[in-house]
């Protein structure tokens, strides 16, 4: 047996505010209440129009274990690495010898290891600038990637990075570079996390976007 439910609205019980209307015509759902219990949840937006030494967003929900970012940043000049840290507690933490990257170049195989830094670093090779020339394309350049930040208030075990980022070299070489055992240093446990920076080793960010999404 087959039923139809056919509504224009669902409000509250024993009240006119509403929390769900439904469009007739187009069909569309519009949700006028919050809608928890969701898989992911967007917690930040950010689009860079101006040149800037460094992008940062703090005081994220902590009610989330995971972090999703998603970027594409623009260095003002070519050669630059991308450095991200976290922030936790409200303030960035820089804490000496704390971060550990380890990231392979799919391309040509070549690994990056390094332990005890202040910051992570999302790329291998040195990064082209905006709009320089590659492959015949004018416009390119820059540094596009994923991240995903995990034990971000598990206190009982250190935030670990995974992810892979997408660049093309300072010359025009498209490379590719996946994260693996990267996050903080075993006697961080007790460091959560509930903000993000980026910033370039050297020089400005020219421009670009990028999202942050909690995982439940």
Request: no cysteine; proline share 1%.
């Amino acid at each position: 047996m087959v039923s139809t439910l056919k509504v224009n609205k669902i409000q509250i019980p024993n009240s006119d505010s509403d929390v769900m209307s439904l469009d007739a015509t187009t069909g569309n759902v519009t949700f006028h209440k919050t809608v928890s219990g969701t898989a992911m949840e967007k917690l930040a937006d950010v689009t860079i129009s101006s040149v800037s030494a460094d992008v940062s967003t703090t005081g994220l929900s902590t009610d989330f274990d995971t972090y999703f970012v998603t970027f594409h940043l623009l260095p003002v000049a070519g050669g630059p690495d991308l450095y991200f840290r976290i922030f936790s507690g409200g303030t960035e933490f820089t804490t000496s010898n704390a971060y550990t990257y380890d990231m392979r170049n799919s391309n040509d195989n070549s690994q990056h290891r390094s332990s005890g830094n202040t910051y992570f670093r999302a790329n291998r090779h040195a990064i082209a600038e905006q709009g320089e020339e590659l492959s015949g394309v004018a416009g390119g350049g820059g540094i596009s990637g994923e991240l995903t930040f995990l034990n971000a208030q598990n206190v009982e075990a250190t935030l670990k990075v995974t992810g892979q980022t997408n660049y093309h070299m300072n010359g025009g070489t498209a490379r590719v570079a996946d994260f693996y055992g990267a996050g903080l240093n075993a006697n961080h446990k007790s460091v959560t996390m509930d903000g993000i920076k980026f910033y370039f080793s050297s020089g400005n960010i020219h421009s670009g976007r990028y999202r942050i999404y909690g995982i439940r």
